[in-house]
């Protein structure tokens, strides 16, 4: 079964409303997870790291008033998409490391966001 | 953090054939990771290959490595119709730490016909 849960799969809502999406370990005490983006037929694009007790870290061009994390326990890290654009529309990723530092990342499974 | 790119961007060939993709690279690497993505879904890890590793091998998938060319390839044989996904490779340039974070490129979408 997953070990990393997203949710919610898909989301619809309108302009200006914010959407939370969870990223949850449920093996694994996660002290960091990676959120990705994804438009459709590009690659992933790396948006923040997100740290456990701490603030996020944002990717150069990602704004973190717009995309806040919150990683407030070793198995959840949100992601609030706030005052949503339909340019937000994209497909959104979590993932992160369960072998201790060899980097090699496992993921939920995505959200699909589509502001009207 | 650095991305590989992947070539070609597309490949289609039938169930049974063999489907070979590239990767290619720009700084020194501590291992390379390759990942396999269906459609909607999230990124699952294929196999990892170390810098001092030259060819490993898992079931199906044979990845080499060639450190001097910065370059990386995937072999998939005697592929099937659920081997349709996009590939991706992401190079690793150092040990592992919260401070690291993996990218990836555009990918390569196989398609394997049945």
């Known amino acids: 079964g997953a070990v990393v849960s997203q949710h919610p799969s898909w989301v619809i809502c309108k302009s200006g409303t914010s959407v939370k999406i969870e990223c949850r370990s449920l093996?694994?005490?996660?002290?960091?997870m990676f959120w990705y983006r994804q438009f459709p037929k590009q690659s992933l694009m790396l948006m923040a790291t997100s740290n456990e007790g701490s603030k996020a870290t944002y990717e150069q061009g990602v704004e973190k008033d717009k995309f806040l994390i919150n990683h407030a326990s070793l198995t959840l890290s949100t992601l609030t998409v706030t005052s949503a654009h339909p340019e937000d529309s994209s497909f959104y990723i979590c993932?992160?490391?369960?072998?201790?530092?060899?980097?090699?990342?496992?993921f939920g499974a995505g959200s699909r966001l589509t502001v009207l | 953090s650095q991305q590989g790119e992947e070539d070609p961007q597309a490949l289609s060939i039938q169930e049974g054939e063999n489907a070979t993709m590239n990767c290619s690279y720009k700084t020194s690497i501590n291992n390379l990771q390759w990942y396999r993505q269906n459609s909607g879904r999230g990124l699952v890890h294929l196999i990892l290959i170390r810098s001092n590793e030259r060819e490993k091998h898992s079931g199906r998938l044979r990845v080499t490595l060639d450190t001097s060319k910065k370059s990386s390839s995937l072999l998939i044989t005697a592929s099937r119709a659920a081997d349709t996904a996009s590939y991706f490779c992401a190079p690793s340039p150092g040990s592992g730490g919260s401070n690291y974070k993996l990218t990836f490129g555009k990918g390569t979408l196989l398609t394997v016909n049945p």
């Open positions: 993932s992160l490391d369960r072998h201790s530092g060899a980097n090699v990342l496992t």
């Open positions: 093996d694994f005490q996660a002290t960091t």
